[in-house]
């Protein structure tokens, strides 16, 4: 078999029976916690323009835009639930050799559960199988060195997922897969430099995608065959090198789903333990009487993933947009010594071009440090130290940020967030109903019933 062949079994013969109760448990704190990001991200000026680019289409087969109850063709209601998904840059993420974030496919499948009259069990059933796929295949490349981005991954697991959903064979899943494979490669310049809106939806356009090509194969659309292991594949064109596919989670292997981080905070995973670490300095320093005027110096010293990435370039010290500075880890890290929290107004204007702000990221060096490479991605350690004026030093080791795997937050804590997220687009009582409907999904019998629940206030 193939390796389009393999995933695309693998996909059609995972069952609800399958999971174990903590991955399915785990399953539902994952998708409260991205409807949490994408109510959230509801208001942003990249989803108005999702939103109403999807309003200009309409479908015989139609979907649903979260929050809005407007009704558009499948795949740009995929494209534009995912944009709001990932505007705050506060959704779940994964560490591998590759890094990015899972909860990006929910995007799609709400949109393949809709159109597949699936059940919350089926839901349940294909997070898991996307996360899965997405997860695996970070294990096994690192795709940045190459310059393509981690979405090129999304695009893969997507596809599984809402193949499942819509009721594909293992043929039609192995088809549509290879048809992405082939038409999905993204570049890893997306997410470095002044970086722009585009940051937030390119994951969202490989859900649009993975709709359309799904369509296609369930209607009998054929691709290129074998599309990893060809002469013109992606061994070639992208890996660079050939792979054989991990064991995949069932049968006694565990599900990935279970290694995957939540949030704390709305910013670049690969600053969460930075920004973890600077509040604890800042705790510090009120402990001691002392203000950020007595600070000299601060260094960071991390993965070298996350200084290639947050802190390898001009444009991190003085961001022009919220892309950039949610993914600047000397900006992040200034605003948690000056602020004692992170909101995502302090992405925005006026904190952008707040002087003494700027004056405080100005004192941020950043550099890597080969231990913290050794333990990727086992832990995601921080070193963090204030040089004071008086010559003292104040030093600080983050290895397990809150929301990692070793550091989880509780089921309260996600909760916490959410009704954060969400409290400006509806009414409490409205987001105890749709944490209430998440929580027991399993007992769902029409995913459809999802949507009344998300709408926000006009």
Same mark, same amino acid.
């Given at each position: 078999?193939?390796?389009?062949?393999?995933?695309?079994?693998?996909?059609?013969?995972?069952?609800?029976?399958?999971?174990? /109760?903590?991955?399915?448990?785990?399953?539902?704190?994952?998708?409260?916690?991205?409807?949490?990001?994408?109510?959230?991200?509801?208001?942003?000026?990249?989803?108005?323009?999702?939103?109403?680019?999807?309003?200009?289409?309409?479908?015989?087969?139609?979907?649903?835009?979260?929050?809005?109850?407007?009704?558009?063709?499948?795949?740009?209601?995929?494209?534009?639930?995912?944009?709001?998904?990932?505007?705050?840059?506060?959704?779940?993420?994964?560490?591998?050799?590759?890094?990015?974030?899972?909860?990006?496919?929910?995007?799609?499948?709400?949109?393949?559960?809709?159109?597949?009259?699936?059940?919350?069990?089926?839901?349940?059933?294909?997070?898991?199988?996307?996360?899965?796929?997405?997860?695996?295949?970070?294990?096994?490349?690192?795709?940045?060195?190459?310059?393509?981005?981690?979405?090129?991954?999304?695009?893969?697991?997507?596809?599984?997922?809402?193949?499942?959903?819509?009721?594909?064979?293992?043929?039609?899943?192995?088809?549509?897969?290879?048809?992405?494979?082939?038409?999905?490669?993204?570049?890893?310049?997306?997410?470095?430099?002044?970086?722009?809106?585009?940051?937030? !939806?390119?994951?969202?356009?490989?859900?649009?995608?993975?709709?359309?090509?799904?369509?296609?194969?369930?209607?009998?659309?054929?691709?290129?065959?074998?599309?990893?292991?060809?002469?013109?594949?992606?061994?070639?064109?992208?890996?660079?090198?050939?792979?054989?596919?991990?064991?995949?989670?069932?049968?006694?292997?565990?599900?990935?789903?279970?290694? !995957?981080?939540?949030?704390?905070? /709305?910013?670049?995973?690969?600053?969460?333990?930075?920004?973890?670490?600077?509040?604890?300095?800042?705790?510090?320093?009120?402990?001691?009487?002392?203000?950020?005027?007595?600070?000299?110096?601060?260094?960071?010293?991390?993965?070298?993933?996350?200084?290639?990435?947050?802190?390898?370039?001009?444009?991190?010290?003085?961001?022009?947009?919220?892309?950039?500075?949610?993914?600047?880890? /000397?900006?992040?890290?200034?605003?948690?010594?000056?602020?004692?929290?992170?909101?995502?107004?302090?992405?925005?204007?006026?904190?952008?071009?707040?002087?003494?702000?700027?004056?405080?990221?100005?004192?941020?060096? !950043?550099?890597?440090?080969?231990?913290?490479?050794?333990?990727?991605?086992?832990?995601?350690? !921080?070193?963090?130290?204030?040089?004071?004026?008086?010559?003292?030093?104040?030093?600080?080791?983050?290895?397990?940020?809150?929301?990692?795997?070793?550091?989880?937050?509780?089921?309260?804590?996600?909760?916490?967030?959410?009704?954060?997220?969400?409290?400006?687009?509806?009414?409490?009582?409205?987001?105890?109903?749709?944490?209430?409907?998440?929580?027991?999904?399993?007992?769902?019998?029409?995913?459809?019933?999802?949507?009344?629940?998300?709408?926000?206030?006009?």
């Amino acid at each position: 078999m193939t390796i389009a062949e393999k995933l695309g079994a693998y996909a059609a013969s995972l069952k609800y029976e399958d999971l174990p /109760p903590e991955v399915v448990h785990q399953a539902k704190r994952m998708i409260v916690d991205t409807l949490g990001c994408a109510i959230g991200g509801y208001a942003s000026e990249p989803s108005r323009i999702a939103r109403e680019f999807a309003a200009t289409v309409t479908s015989t087969e139609p979907a649903t835009v979260l929050c809005t109850g407007q009704k558009t063709s499948p795949d740009l209601a995929a494209f534009a639930n995912g944009v709001m998904i990932r505007y705050l840059d506060f959704n779940d993420g994964y560490i591998g050799k590759e890094a990015g974030h899972p909860s990006d496919s929910i995007g799609a499948l709400i949109s393949a559960a809709e159109i597949g009259n699936a059940t919350g069990r089926d839901f349940i059933t294909s997070t898991v199988l996307a996360y899965e796929m997405f997860c695996r295949m970070c294990d096994l490349i690192n795709f940045k060195p190459m310059g393509f981005d981690h979405v090129t991954i999304g695009a893969m697991a997507n596809v599984l997922g809402a193949s499942r959903l819509m009721g594909l064979s293992a043929e039609q899943t192995a088809t549509a897969l290879s048809i992405t494979v082939a038409a999905n490669v993204a570049l890893y310049q997306t997410r470095i430099g002044n970086v722009s809106m585009w940051k937030g !939806c390119a994951y969202a356009n490989t859900s649009r995608n993975a709709l359309f090509t799904v369509q296609m194969a369930k209607r009998g659309m054929t691709g290129p065959d074998p599309v990893f292991e060809g002469r013109g594949g992606y061994f070639v064109a992208v890996t660079r090198k050939a792979f054989e596919l991990p064991a995949f989670g069932g049968n006694g292997q565990p599900f990935r789903i279970m290694d !995957c981080l939540i949030k704390r905070y /709305p910013l670049g995973q690969y600053s969460q333990s930075v920004v973890h670490a600077a509040l604890e300095a800042r705790a510090r320093l009120e402990s001691l009487g002392k203000s950020l005027d007595t600070i000299e110096k601060i260094h960071v010293r991390t993965l070298h993933t996350a200084v290639e990435m947050m802190a390898g370039d001009r444009d991190k010290w003085t961001p022009a947009n919220r892309e950039t500075a949610d993914h600047s880890m /000397p900006y992040t890290a200034a605003v948690a010594l000056k602020y004692g929290s992170i909101k995502v107004e302090y992405f925005e204007d006026p904190y952008l071009h707040d002087p003494e702000l700027l004056a405080l990221v100005a004192r941020i060096e !950043c550099s890597v440090s080969e231990e913290a490479n050794r333990r990727e991605p086992e832990a995601m350690l !921080c070193d963090f130290d204030l040089l004071l004026k008086d010559g003292s030093r104040e030093e600080f080791r983050v290895e397990y940020h809150r929301g990692h795997p070793k550091n989880p937050m509780s089921d309260a804590e996600i909760e916490e967030k959410f009704r954060t997220l969400v409290s400006d687009q509806m009414p409490e009582s409205q987001a105890d109903d749709l944490l209430d409907f998440i929580w027991n999904i399993d007992q769902v019998d029409d995913i459809r019933k999802l949507f009344p629940l998300t709408l926000v206030r006009t």
